[in-house]
Structure formats: C-alpha cells, structure tokens
C-alpha cells in the first residue's frame, strides 16, 4: 500500500526497433510523457531469438539516455513460437484448484517439455455449450527464452518488474482507447516486421489468437528479389518511394501489389481458422495496428478480402497530449508502431 506507485516504462524490443513509452497517470487518464524508437539492424533479431544480444542492450541504453530515463523498473513482453496462447475447455474448478492442477492439465496442449515452461492461465467463464465446463485461457513461455530476455534487460541494468505478452499489451492498449464493446466480436491485428499478431475479442475477452510469422519484412523482401535493388532501396520503395534508379514506378506497385495480396491472405487464413474452430459470432470489424498499418493500401486490401471495415488503431487515442511537447502529425505517423510500448507503459506493477 506504500509502495511507490510511480508509472513504469513501456520497452517493446520489436525486430525493426526498440520502442519506449513512458506515461503519466492522473486520475484515470494517462499523459504521454516521453516517447522513443531506435532502429536495430536486420539480422539482430531473427525468428524472435536474439542473434546480438549487445546490439539490443546498447540500444536500449542509449535510447534511455537519450530520453533523459532514470527509471529502472520497466514493463516488456513476448512473443513468437516460444509462446503458446490457447483457449481450453476444463471441468469447473475454482481459481486455486486450477493453480494447483495447471501443469498437469495443460500439459496436453503444450507442444514443449512441461517442465521446461511457465504457465499462467485465466479462467474465462463458462463453456456455452456445456455448463458443466468453464473456458481458459491458457499461457504458456519456454522458460529460456523468456530468461534470455530477463537477463538482456538485467546487463542493460534494468528491472523488468512487468513481463507481459505482445498481443495481450496491444489488447491493453486497445482496451484504455477505443474499450471492449459487449457483444461485438472485432480483431486485433498487430502487423510488424516479420510477425503479425491476430487477437479475436468479444466483449472484453480475448478469445483467439494466433501469430504469423510475416509482416512487412516481406513486402521489402520481394521487392528486393523482383527488382534486384539493395535493402535500403526495397525499403525506401515501400514506404513509397517511387526515385529508385532504373526502376519504374509500375513495376514496383505491381510487386507491391502481389506481396500485400499474400500477406493479407495470411490474416485471412488465421481469421478462417478461428470461424471454423469457433461457435462465437463472425467478427465484423478489424482494428489494424504495428508498422505495416500505416500502408493505406495494407488496410484497402484486407478490407477487400474479408469484407468487412478495417481501421488503423492509434494507440493515442485518449492520451492526453501536451502539443507544444509533441507533433500531433508526427505522432499520428509514428504511432501504430508504438501499440504494444503504449500498452506496456499502460501495466502497473504486479499486473501480470
Ligand atoms: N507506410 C508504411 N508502409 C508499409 N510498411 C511500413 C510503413 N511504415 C512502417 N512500415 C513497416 O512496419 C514495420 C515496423 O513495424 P513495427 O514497429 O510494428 O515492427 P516491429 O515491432 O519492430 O516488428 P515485430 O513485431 O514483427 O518484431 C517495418 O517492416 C516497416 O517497414
Ligand atoms: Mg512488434
């Protein structure tokens, strides 16, 4: 109850940048006090594992610094295969009957060594289609790798009091700007670099989810092969960039084109997936947030494809902002990059 109930930082150690959000809470509000990104070279992070562990420390530090940071308590989070997230079906039981049963009930659904994880679960309500059941969401990190994460964080001299996941930050994040809406199904998409998250939330309870291992380093990559240009060009011409020596602006949309047809078709693999595994209604609308949503042509496109409306989430949306401190434009450019910082930044200690 003494505690210091001072905010902590958000750091979201994404595979294109580290990423920093630092609010202030007054009254239920939150303020925007400071705000960073620091790109990290391609091959540093690879598949979610850590090549260059000194890179990301070195970042993370002078990212801090030059954010003038003092604090040492952070919040961050995970993400990747080393994660697994699933909606399970058990027999009613209370909260402390399930903790003490967990291990051995999830062990079926982890594809790792029990041992070797560590679980966390949160009942969810009862099964709708058998009373005598109750819905769980059901948590579960290697435990390496979430150690190799907690040591980066510890040589960076910092203390990770906070230790969320992506997805479940940006549903926080989510949940303070635009709130859960009851009895509406919507997705969350959380297109980055090479990962794209899909949540499915109905009401207030996230009842899906699933991470694809592509984001927009794969509009940059077939934009490289297809046009024989360098990494910083592909990259230059999809942020839309049309001056690329000896090459016509056709051709790149033409490649632009085909590669946003393919990633979308991922999302709408995974939304498929969830309508045909699921007895809740269809979704009917998507929240579109990480780098790749600032693509208007992303949006159009998965809006074509599933039909139904699709809007870039600003992770601002009700933090108040000191504007003589902040670009508004520049944030609004900025922001989609920040969801799951601005949800992290948004935990307090002891969330889990
Ligand atoms: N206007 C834009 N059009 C297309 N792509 C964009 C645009 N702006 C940013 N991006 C892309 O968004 C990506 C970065 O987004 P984000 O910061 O959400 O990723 P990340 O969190 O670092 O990656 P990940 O979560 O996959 O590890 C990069 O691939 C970048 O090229
Ligand atoms: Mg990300």
Redo the contacts with the bound molecule.
């Keep these: 109850m003494f505690a210091s109930k001072k905010d902590i930082v958000g750091i ?1 150690v ?4 580290v ?1 920093i959000v630092r609010l202030r809470e007054s009254r239920g509000t939150f303020h925007l006090e400071n705000i960073g990104i620091m790109p990290l070279a391609a091959e540093t ?1 690879v598949d979610n594992t850590i090549m260059d562990s000194t890179a990301v420390v070195d970042s993370i530090h002078n990212l801090l610094n030059a954010m003038k940071i003092k604090t040492k308590r952070v919040a961050t989070s995970v ?1 990747g295969h080393s994660v697994i997230i699933r909606k399970i079906s058990l027999p009613n039981m209370t909260d402390a009957e399930l903790e003490a049963s967990i291990q051995w009930e999830a062990e079926q659904y982890i594809p790792f060594d029990i041992s070797e994880v560590n679980i966390d679960f949160q009942i969810l309500g009862s099964d709708a289609k058998d009373p005598s059941q109750m819905d769980v969401m059901l948590v579960a990190a290697k435990r390496d790798f979430v150690d190799d994460y907690t040591s980066l964080f510890a040589e960076a001299g910092l203390e990770p009091v906070v230790m969320d996941i ?1 997805c479940f930050a940006v549903e926080n994040m989510f949940d303070y700007n635009y709130g859960f809406v009851d009895n509406e199904v919507v997705a969350l998409i ?6 794209t998250s899909v949540s499915v939330l109905s009401g207030n309870v996230s009842i899906f989810n699933r991470d694809i291992q592509t ?3 794969l ?2 990559a077939e934009l490289q092969k297809r046009l024989g240009v360098s990494s910083e060009e592909a ?1 230059r011409a ?3 960039d049309r001056n690329i020596a000896d090459v016509d602006s056709d051709s790149i949309d033409d490649i632009l084109t085909d590669a946003i047809e393919n990633l979308v078709q991922e999302v709408q693999r995974s939304l498929d997936f969830f309508a045909a595994t699921s007895s809740e209604d269809r979704v009917t609308k998507v929240y579109l947030t ?3 949503s ?2 208007e042509k ?1 949006r159009e496109t998965l809006e074509e494809r599933l039909g139904i409306s699709a809007e870039r989430v600003d992770p601002f949306r009700n933090v108040k902002i000191n504007e003589k401190e902040f670009d508004a434009e520049y944030l609004d450019a900025i922001g ?2 920040f969801s ?1 910082a601005a949800g992290l930044a948004m935990r307090k200690v002891g969330d889990k």
């Excluded at 959380?190 to 990962?195: H, T, Y």
């Design positions: 979201d994404g595979s294109s940048a990423k992070i993400s992506d959380d297109m980055g670099a090479s990962a984001g927009g380093n509009l940059s990259e999809k942020l839309g990480g780098g790749v600032n693509s992303v989609p990059m799951v």
